[in-house]
């Protein structure tokens, strides 16, 4: 990965996302992508749209639209008791049991103010609780206040609240850090773009900084019928399973640092599959292939049936531990999936057919 990309991954990870509060990633993807897009614009549900156009911008040219989700599973403020005590509600789906002892930030409006996730000591907990996982409210974060009145200064009722963030690599090419999901889709995408640059197309390219997946697939049922593109591929983080438990018989043969992964199944067209099973078989970019029986979870699920049905296709890069405080990636990975989106976009032409 070039020092150009690495620094961009690393403040993608660094900046805070939850669903509903994407403004400040996304004012670092507009920065990022204004040095390469033709076109950059918003929307009023917070999703972040840069394009590349072909020469002339014929009418007749192919819409292709690449999606991935700028937003984090966070926490929101609920309640600050009288002793200055904070109780929060989950943004996305959450495993209580990862938050406790953990170093969290609530993003007030004055900036970060830093706590941690408590509980009882287990000195404390009777036997029954001992053995009960905790909901969230039996939890609490800290922040030092004395009492409400100074946790009312620098705290409110709604105030996104999300882990330590930060870029921590590891040996061998891999990398920790909360929010990988999908950070990394969000990379993934406008590095496509970025490769793009300087090359003839003959297709319009959109890569999307969608909102709000975590939360229901919002960003991206909003952003599909907007681009209503002829082919979609959505960028995703999927389960790794080369560790201790990782289950084979039911998501496959999956490796951090194997390539991305090539999803098939109903959620995808067989023309794009096929594509770009051949696109990185032609440049020698090494590639998973995996079966999904159902619509997934992913950005995919609704850009396949946006207005009239959009061709689609999904790209998962390999996580181990999602949704949790150590998200781990393979940045060969993300390079890899950059490279393969970049040159299947370059192969769209007005006479691809995505007819199955």
């Known amino acids: 990965m070039d020092d150009t990309a690495h620094t961009f991954l690393k403040t993608?990870?660094?900046?805070?996302?939850?669903?509903?509060?994407?403004?400040?990633?996304?004012?670092?993807?507009?920065?990022?992508?204004?040095?390469?897009?033709?076109?950059?614009?918003?929307?009023s549900h917070g999703n972040l749209f840069a394009t590349r156009f072909p020469p002339g911008q014929p009418e007749s040219a192919p819409r292709v639209m690449l999606a991935g989700h700028c937003d984090q599973i966070g926490l929101m403020v609920q309640h600050i008791d009288a002793d200055g005590f904070l109780y929060v509600q989950p943004i996305g789906g959450w495993d209580v049991q990862i938050l406790l002892g953990q170093h969290l930030s609530v993003w007030g409006k004055d900036g970060p103010?830093?706590?941690v996730v408590s509980r009882k000591a287990i000195h404390l907990?009777?036997?029954?609780?001992?053995?009960?996982?905790?909901?969230?409210?039996?939890?609490?974060?800290?922040?030092?206040?004395?009492?409400?009145?100074?946790?009312?200064?620098?705290?409110?009722?709604?105030?996104?609240?999300?882990?330590?963030?930060?870029?921590?690599?590891?040996?061998?090419?891999?990398?920790?850090?909360?929010?990988?999901?999908?950070?990394?889709?969000?990379?993934?995408?406008?590095?496509?773009?970025?490769?793009?640059?300087?090359?003839?197309?003959?297709?319009?390219?959109?890569?999307v900084s969608t909102v709000a997946e975590e939360v229901g697939l919002r960003g991206a049922t909003t952003a599909t019928y907007s681009v209503n593109?002829?082919?979609?591929?959505?960028?995703?983080?999927?389960?790794?399973?080369?560790?201790?438990?990782?289950?084979?018989?039911?998501?496959?043969?999956?490796?951090?640092?194997?390539?991305?992964?090539?999803?098939?199944?109903?959620?995808?067209?067989?023309?794009?599959?096929?594509?770009l099973e051949a696109t990185a078989a032609a440049h020698q970019i090494p590639i998973q292939v995996r079966g999904v029986s159902k619509a997934t979870g992913t950005d995919a699920n609704v850009m396949q049936i946006s207005r009239q049905g959009v061709a689609t296709g999904l790209i998962g890069i390999p996580n181990r531990y999602m949704?949790?405080?150590?998200?781990?990636?393979?940045?060969?990975?993300?390079?890899?999936?950059?490279?393969?989106?970049?040159?299947?976009c370059a192969s769209v032409t007005a006479e691809t057919d995505w007819v199955p």
């Open 323 to 344: 949704h949790s405080p150590v998200e781990v990636i393979h940045l060969d990975d993300l390079t890899n999936a950059a490279k393969l989106l970049a040159e299947f």
């Open 12 to 43: 993608l990870l660094a900046t805070p996302s939850p669903s509903g509060y994407e403004q400040p990633i996304q004012a670092v993807v507009r920065e990022y992508a204004g040095g390469f897009a033709d076109n950059l614009r918003g929307d």
């Open 125 to 207: 907990l009777k036997p029954e609780e001992r053995t009960k996982v905790p909901e969230f409210t039996d939890i609490w974060v800290d922040i030092g206040a004395k009492n409400k009145e100074e946790a009312d200064q620098v705290v409110r009722s709604g105030d996104p609240v999300t882990l330590e963030l930060g870029y921590r690599p590891l040996r061998n090419g891999l990398a920790a850090s909360p929010a990988m999901d999908d950070k990394v889709g969000v990379f993934v995408v406008m590095e496509a773009l970025r490769h793009l640059k300087g090359r003839e197309l003959r297709a319009a390219v959109t890569s």
């Open 229 to 275: 593109p002829h082919v979609g591929i959505a960028v995703d983080v999927c389960h790794a399973t080369d560790t201790p438990g990782g289950d084979k018989k039911l998501l496959g043969d999956v490796k951090c640092g194997g390539g991305p992964v090539v999803f098939r199944g109903p959620n995808m067209n067989p023309k794009v599959v096929q594509l």
């Open 113 to 115: 103010i830093r706590g």
